[in-house]
């Protein structure tokens, strides 16, 4: 049997509060590939998935933390 999970989904005012990015600039990252899509939740309602959102931030932070020479792919 699958493990429970609790998934809570983040509306986008909350969202804009949270990552401190505003409606333009996330869409813009959406399309880009670069932010998690919203789920649709019901009628035009779409909600992000909190630990999609969670684990974008910690990349982003992650990558802020590296070497300039970690950050450089490696020559083949």
């Given at each position: ?7 809570r ?16 600039t996330?869409?813009s ?6 932010f998690p ?12 998935v909190?630990?999609e959102?969670i ?6 932070i ?7 020479a ?6 083949a």
């Amino acid at each position: 049997m699958d493990e429970l999970r609790l998934v809570r989904f983040i509306r986008l005012p909350e969202l804009m509060q949270v990552i401190g990015l505003g409606k333009t600039t996330i869409y813009s990252l959406i399309k880009e590939g670069e932010f998690p899509r919203p789920v649709p939740i019901g009628g035009r309602a779409v909600g992000w998935v909190e630990n999609e959102v969670i684990q974008w931030a910690n990349d982003r932070i992650a990558k802020s933390r590296l070497t300039p020479a970690q950050a450089l792919p490696l020559a083949a």
